[in-house]
């Protein structure tokens, strides 16, 4: 079974919320700056046919434009929401802990270093020394 990456990691997809969202300020920028002007050369009297006719075309390209944005969002979420559905792979236990024979082992190592520590602490200390000081002479 083929594995896809989650649907949080998906370009396209984040693509597709992007693009709907822009569009959707696009229209909306159209829209209410056509509307706009329409109604303020409309109320001062200053209005002509391009104003008229042709902000009003303008203003129904806006709002297309939000619709399509809505449409990209409705299938954004249908695609996340499909995404749950599809089935995730197992996840493999290599083997199970066996949590009795841990905390044994951690009991016993502490008191097998001291014994080992306690040899010869003085001997161990200057040989360590002498092998440092014929180190730093041969340099």
């Given at each position: 079974?083929?594995?896809?990456?989650?649907?949080?990691?998906?370009?396209?997809?984040?693509?597709?919320?992007?693009?709907?969202?822009?569009?959707?300020?696009?229209?909306?920028?159209i829209?209410?700056?056509?509307?706009?002007s329409?109604?303020?050369?409309?109320?001062?009297?200053?209005?002509?046919?391009?104003?008229?006719?042709?902000?009003?075309?303008?203003?129904?390209?806006?709002?297309?434009?939000?619709?399509?944005?809505?449409?990209?969002?409705?299938?954004?979420?249908?695609?996340?929401?499909?995404?749950?559905l599809?089935?995730?792979?197992?996840?493999?236990?290599?083997?199970?802990?066996?949590?009795?024979?841990?905390?044994?082992?951690?009991?016993?190592?502490?008191?097998?270093?001291?014994?080992?520590t306690?040899?010869?602490?003085?001997?161990t200390?200057?040989?360590?020394?002498?092998?440092?000081?014929?180190?730093?002479?041969?340099?």
């Amino acid at each position: 079974m083929p594995t896809r990456p989650r649907l949080v990691r998906s370009i396209p997809f984040w693509g597709l919320v992007v693009v709907s969202v822009a569009t959707i300020a696009g229209g909306w920028y159209i829209t209410t700056d056509k509307i706009a002007s329409m109604t303020a050369t409309l109320t001062d009297g200053t209005a002509t046919g391009v104003d008229v006719y042709v902000g009003q075309s303008i203003a129904q390209l806006g709002a297309i434009l939000i619709g399509a944005g809505v449409i990209g969002i409705l299938l954004a979420l249908g695609v996340a929401a499909v995404s749950t559905l599809r089935p995730h792979a197992p996840v493999e236990v290599v083997e199970p802990i066996d949590w009795n024979s841990e905390t044994e082992t951690a009991a016993e190592e502490p008191r097998a270093v001291e014994a080992k520590t306690d040899a010869a602490p003085a001997e161990t200390a200057e040989m360590v020394d002498a092998e440092a000081e014929a180190s730093v002479a041969a340099r």
